[in-house]
């Protein structure tokens, strides 16, 4: 039965095939990232603006999740993207998927259950499971909660546990005391989870007794080898790069781990412009090296990622530079000719949520 649930999960391979024929396409809608400034005229840019709104209106809209054919994995990565209004159909009808999922709604890899009591809020707390290389459940320590955070999912949003009601903030809460226990001692969506929701928590007790605070983690994680890291680093990046902004804005001092993670952050951003390839897609090697495919998934997948990485740590003025907005309209283009197909929601997921996440600094509010 796990063997047929994966290979739902995994989708046609069709699609595939189809998209390694057509490849990353060299066509250029925007001025390339060689050209100057100047080019971006209004006129381009408000081009620019309406090909990003309509792709991710069209995405919300068309690419709809399905309760008897997708898992907990698509359904969390979809809201990283689109949030509380992402939509699934639960036979034959649409219904908010998270609101789904929080009420008990049954999902493979949806596995929560019952943790400690937490100190911290009297109040029992969530655990959840990990399934390494999942495409059901949840792959990575905290992934799950990363993204709800991401989401700006609310801690006092109730969530049914087996026939009993919790808060979205027992997870959190479990997930900061057991982060000294990660087997896997990878941290990358746990940081992104406690930065979101407990920026100004300095110190906690751990399940182990002692007394933890992120910079320990914030300084592990930078020092890893971020090519050979889940999705070239990516993930590990969106973590840091939460450090970093978590870290300025409390206004704490940007030294020991939290330098370095500044300047690992600092680096990659540079490293994907120098290795930006010329139709504006970003490397498949991420920030390796300089990287294209004939697979026009893998090079949406590895465009998407950055994008989310880079709308994220860059600030408005510099997500206006030609180079990022050249990778923008290049996504676009790729979203649009795999509109139809489907292929493994975490690329298109986090592409969009690399879209959305350059909206909200770059596009005026509705």
């Known amino acids: 039965m796990r063997a047929l649930i994966r290979y739902q999960l995994l989708f046609s391979i069709v699609p595939i095939v189809t998209c390694f024929v057509v490849g990353c396409l060299p066509t250029e809608p925007f001025p390339t990232k060689e050209m100057k400034n100047e080019l971006f005229t209004p006129e381009a840019v408000g081009k620019l603006q309406q090909l990003v709104e309509s792709t991710i209106e069209d995405n919300l809209r068309n690419r709809i999740l399905r309760a008897d054919r997708n898992a907990a994995w698509q359904v969390i990565h979809g809201a990283v993207a689109f949030g509380s209004d992402l939509p699934l159909q639960v036979d034959g009808q649409i219904v908010p998927a998270l609101d789904y999922l929080f009420a008990g709604g049954d999902l493979p890899g949806w596995d929560l259950r019952a943790g400690d009591l937490i100190p911290a809020t009297k109040r029992v707390g969530i655990r959840t499971s990990v399934e390494e290389g999942s495409f059901t459940g949840q792959g990575h320590v905290d992934q799950f909660l990363g993204y709800l955070s991401q989401a700006a999912i609310p801690l006092t949003t109730p969530i049914q546990v087996n026939g009993k009601e919790f808060l979205l903030e027992d997870l959190a809460r479990q997930a900061q005391r057991d982060i000294c226990q990660n087997p896997y001692r990878e941290y990358s969506w746990t940081l992104i989870a406690m930065c979101n929701y407990f920026p100004n928590d300095s110190q906690w007790q751990g399940t182990d007794g002692n007394m933890w605070s992120l910079e320990s983690f914030v300084a592990f994680e930078a020092e890893q080898d971020l090519g050979s890291s889940a999705c070239g680093g990516m993930h590990r990046l969106m973590g840091l790069a939460h450090a970093v902004r978590c870290r300025e804005k409390t206004g704490g001092r940007m030294e020991g781990g939290w330098l370095k993670a500044k300047q690992v952050v600092q680096a990659s ?39 989310e990485f880079l709308a994220y740590a860059l600030n408005n003025d510099e997500l206006a530079e030609p180079w990022v907005e050249n990778g923008v309209a290049k996504l676009c283009q790729m979203l649009e000719l795999v509109k139809d197909n489907d292929l493994e929601c975490g690329g298109i997921y986090h592409a969009l949520a690399g879209l959305k996440l350059y909206a909200r600094k770059r596009l005026p509010p509705k």
């Open 269 to 307: 951003i540079e490293k994907a412009k120098r290795f930006q390839n010329s139709d504006g897609s970003f490397s498949t090697r991420y920030t390796v090296r300089p990287g294209n495919s004939a697979d026009l998934s893998t090079c949406l997948s590895a465009t998407g990622h950055t994008l």
